[in-house]
């Protein structure tokens, strides 16, 4: 029997993420029947991030940067029922086929919402267990076919992953005992969503948590507007996402400084969103401290940090926040699993 390999994958209306313990991918959650190849117009912006084209049984499709679509478009999965069906299984396929060659068995630890978790994964669980059979298509036009096998798939809410990498080492091992008895709130700042979970005595309390739909694509909406009127060009998510986090954009040879705008839009998103997080908190008043966690956390953590209750930490990563939770989704499949 060949091998099983073990990945964290998690789902997100801003971005879909896997880890294997040795390479990461991180993929924009968009996707489209229309793309870039390496003659198309457009296709400079290939290479500058992931993206992939997949042919499948039920079609073809662009993922990612590959996909001719705009990052705000109102064709983007902004509702959980259309992430979770066909949509996310594409964005989870093409995330897999980084992955896997040949029909080695893979065990999936998957992160979804915490408001949708319950619901949803039953569905779409069924959905992706199985055999798949696609063909990777490059940029240069060559075609590498896989068999991706989804065994075994255990489902986590978001920001599960976060806490199982406080709690666990690399080997899904127990860490940190203190931990255990601790009472938590953990706050995963995404693209498009903030998930809120409280962990009391390693136990998930469904009292106060859950999703709330405003992340911090709210205010890369505000500073593209932004751009837009001042420039009159609209950016690529991938040029606007690196001009949030340097503080400047260099269009047609003129450099716009975003340092204002930026601190603006931040600073009223940090204000209604932690006035939204105290509201579900109201309850919980013997919290030891509260983490911030998430892709957003570095835009996002000195601005809302000072409004949030009691002791407030950040979750810091070397790599990039976005794989906080399926770094951690990892330790738990090893220990399910085993290494």
């Known amino acids: 029997m060949r091998d099983i390999k073990l990945i964290g994958v998690d789902l997100g209306f801003g971005f879909t993420k896997g880890y294997d313990g040795q390479r990461s991918v991180i993929v924009q959650s968009v996707l489209s029947d229309q793309g870039f190849t390496a003659d198309s117009p457009g296709a400079e912006r290939l290479g500058q991030d992931r993206g992939f084209h997949i042919v499948a049984d039920d079609g073809t499709f662009f993922t990612g940067c590959r996909a001719d679509c705009d990052w705000c478009s109102p064709l983007q999965p902004r509702q959980p029922d259309r992430l979770f069906g066909d949509y996310g299984k594409r964005l989870i396929l093409s995330v897999l086929s980084d992955y896997t060659m040949m029909e080695s068995a893979l065990h999936l630890v998957l992160g979804m919402p915490v408001s949708h978790w319950q619901r949803l994964k039953e569905p779409f669980v069924e959905r992706l267990v199985g055999y798949h059979k696609i063909r990777s298509l490059q940029p240069d036009g060559s075609r590498t076919p896989k068999n991706i096998h989804i065994r075994e798939i255990h489902t986590v809410p978001h920001p599960m992953g976060t806490y199982l990498g406080m709690l666990m080492d690399a080997n899904g091992r127990m860490r940190d005992e203190a931990l255990k008895d601790q009472k938590i709130v953990l706050v995963d700042i995404g ?12 136990r998930l309390s469904n009292r106060c948590s859950g999703t709330i739909d405003l992340g911090v694509g709210r205010a890369f909406e505000a500073i593209d507007r932004k751009l837009r009127q001042e420039s009159g060009h609209v ?7 690196q001009a949030v986090r340097t503080g400047s954009i260099r269009i047609e040879g003129q450099t716009y400084n975003l340092e204002r705008i930026r601190e603006e839009a931040f600073g009223r998103l940090a204000e209604e969103l932690a006035a939204r997080i105290e509201r579900m908190m109201t309850v919980e008043w013997d919290l030891d401290r509260l983490v911030l966690t998430g892709g957003g956390v570095r835009e996002l953590a000195e601005a809302i940090g000072p409004l949030l209750p009691g002791e407030v930490s950040v979750i810091e990563n070397p790599q990039d926040a976005r794989l906080n939770n399926v770094q951690g989704q990892l330790r738990l499949a090893r220990a399910r699993w085993g290494t």
């Open 191 to 202: 693209f498009g969503s903030t998930n809120v979970i409280v962990m009391e005595h390693m």
């Open 235 to 241: 950016p690529r998510f991938d040029q606007l996402y």
